[in-house]
């Protein structure tokens, strides 16, 4: 199933709506005016970074798995943005990973 709004997770944690409402605004703004608010949007943006990506945030990959685990579920959640052909190459990608897993698995 392809992302219609192209938004990722990270995207959902990074914008508030008070972002988003002045960055309704900009198109309306004169020149002078638009700088400012888009200074002030960047600024919110790295604020909020800052708590997403702190120890305590909600951004965190410690309860991941690890190894073909982890590639395996970064595989999956980026398909959401491909194309077709895209999501074929992943999946051929996943199935050789796979693969070469269970061979050491049973050669190992």
Not at 24 to 33: T, W
Not at 52 to 72: F, M
């Amino acid at each position: 199933m392809e992302n219609n709004n192209m938004f990722t997770l990270f995207d959902e944690m990074m914008q508030t709506r008070e972002q988003q409402m002045l960055k309704s605004m900009l198109p309306f703004l004169e020149g002078n005016q638009r700088q400012k608010v888009f200074y002030l949007i960047l600024y919110m943006q790295i604020m909020q970074s800052r708590k997403v990506l702190s120890p305590q945030g909600a951004l965190c990959a410690q309860s991941l798995p690890t190894g073909t685990e982890r590639i395996c579920a970064i595989l999956n959640t980026i398909k959401d943005y491909c194309n077709p052909k895209e999501r074929e190459t992943l999946e051929t990608i996943q199935n050789f990973m796979c693969l070469f897993d269970n061979y050491d698995a049973f050669t190992g």
